[in-house]
């Protein structure tokens, strides 16, 4: 695949110092990716992405003096995976099924008696992606700490961290009312 986005550079030694500079740093490159994505394939692909993106304006790459080049282009794939990983493990806060018949008080029960279910979500909408993904596969699927911390591949330490500052956050909503949130 990089071969055929290598052939639209019109320089042949543009393309034979790119084509180089990908064989000298591909590995380093889909070790940094991996750091981010813990799979292989997908390091790859980040690896790939960026230099199809070099190969479409390789007048960028080559502006850069050819002693930072390597820090400039390791840069650029961290930040793809790590794109790539927020976007393939966001978890989407979604609308909430109807409630079921229940007769038992709940804390849910409590809470939505001092506020609406919709000014919840719209808060919680506007929590760290981070903070809403640990609170719906803590509580919404009800994962353990440890089950949600392998899940997103971080320590149960996060995990807790992450569930407390959002917790934190929604007890403060609650608390002051939605006019400082919502």
């Not at 500079?21 to 070790?31: A, E, H, M, Q, V």
């Not at 981070?130 to 089950?147: P, S």
Request: charged fraction near 30%.
């Amino acid at each position: 695949m990089l071969d055929v986005s290598f052939s639209i550079i019109a320089d042949d030694t543009e393309r034979n110092e790119l084509a180089d500079f990908y064989s000298t740093y591909r590995n380093w490159l889909c070790n940094i990716a991996y750091s981010k994505l813990n799979n292989r394939f997908d390091a790859e692909d980040a690896v790939q992405t960026v230099f199809s993106e070099i190969a479409d304006n390789p007048e960028i790459f080559f502006k850069i003096a050819p002693k930072n080049r390597r820090a400039y282009v390791g840069i650029i794939v961290r930040n793809v995976a790590i794109e790539m990983y927020k976007n393939k493990n966001k978890v989407q806060l979604e609308e909430l099924d109807e409630e079921t018949e229940d007769t038992s008080f709940s804390l849910e029960d409590e809470v939505l008696d001092k506020i609406t279910r919709e000014k919840l979500l719209s808060f919680m909408k506007k929590l760290p992606v981070e903070q809403q993904t640990v609170l719906l596969l803590h509580y919404y699927f009800d994962l353990t700490i440890y089950e949600t911390a392998v899940k997103l591949h971080i320590s149960t330490s996060t995990v807790n961290k992450r569930l407390k500052s959002a917790r934190g956050a929604i007890r403060k909503f609650i608390e002051e009312g939605d006019a400082n949130y919502v």
